[in-house]
């Protein structure tokens, strides 16, 4: 094992070993961010076309809609600002993971490009602005459907942290819990959040295949 594999600090990461590593981590999530601003630009013009009907839903034409917001943004935006921290306090897990989020973002955004329904017409939609609704919308977490990032992220993050039971354990509550809000706002149809886990999966998968240097600092923490 490498010497720098014993301990893993912030800091390290600045040094020339894992310097071009970390640049291309932050390199390439700009360039998912890039990517998905363009990929939700496209999806808007798109959703406004005639063409782009609602479609039936055996879920959502049988459960009648629920203002969840508060789950869907306030407390989403909340697990991820924790969630970011926790990584930083880990920094094993910063390169692997911030690859691997951005990979989430780009392959998300080239789904959401592809094919556009309309959103189901009684959704449930933030109508107040304010801090936490304004952030929501700037970061586009509702453009585009396919396929729930809500659903799709945390599942992602337990996947990173499997090693971890309790982490695992509660990103994968807040998956099936923002799942379940997501549907039940009606803001997204089923196969949305039902596909998310396996898409997430796939994803991770092909992190680990593209940055298997990154993924095996992982390897080496339980934390």
Same mark, same amino acid.
């Given at each position: ?7 893993? *600090? ?5 040094? *020339? ?13 700009? $360039? ?14 798109? /959703? ?21 917001? &508060? ?28 690859? $691997?989020? $951005?990979?989430?973002?780009?392959? =998300? ?17 933030? /109508?107040? &602005? ?20 809500? *659903?799709?992220?945390? &599942? ?11 982490? =695992? ?37 092909? $992190? ?9 600092? *992982? ?5």
């Amino acid at each position: 094992m490498h010497p720098t594999h014993e301990r893993i *600090t912030v800091r390290a990461l600045f040094n *020339t070993e894992w310097r071009g590593s970390l640049t291309a981590a932050f390199a390439l999530l700009g $360039a998912a961010y890039v990517v998905e601003h363009l990929a939700n630009a496209y999806a808007y013009t798109y /959703v406004l076309r005639p063409t782009s009907n609602y479609v039936g839903d055996i879920v959502l034409d049988n459960v009648p809609a629920i203002d969840l917001n &508060f789950i869907i943004i306030e407390c989403a935006l909340i697990v991820i600002a924790l969630s970011i921290l926790y990584v930083i306090l880990r920094p094993r897990y910063i390169l692997f993971s911030v690859k $691997a989020v $951005a990979l989430f973002i780009i392959i =998300r955004a080239i789904f959401t490009s592809l094919t556009h329904v309309g959103i189901y017409p009684d959704h449930i939609m933030p /109508v107040e &602005f304010g801090l936490f609704n304004n952030l929501y919308i700037y970061l586009n977490f509702q453009t585009g459907l396919f396929f729930s990032g809500h *659903t799709g992220m945390p &599942f992602l993050m337990a996947l990173i942290f499997w090693r971890n039971l309790r982490v =695992r354990r509660i990103f994968l509550t807040l998956s099936v819990l923002f799942g379940a809000a997501v549907l039940l706002a009606h803001v997204h149809y089923s196969i949305d959040v039902f596909a998310a886990p396996f898409m997430a999966y796939g994803i991770f998968k092909i $992190a680990q295949y593209l940055f298997p240097r990154d993924y095996a600092l *992982t390897a080496h923490h339980l934390g």
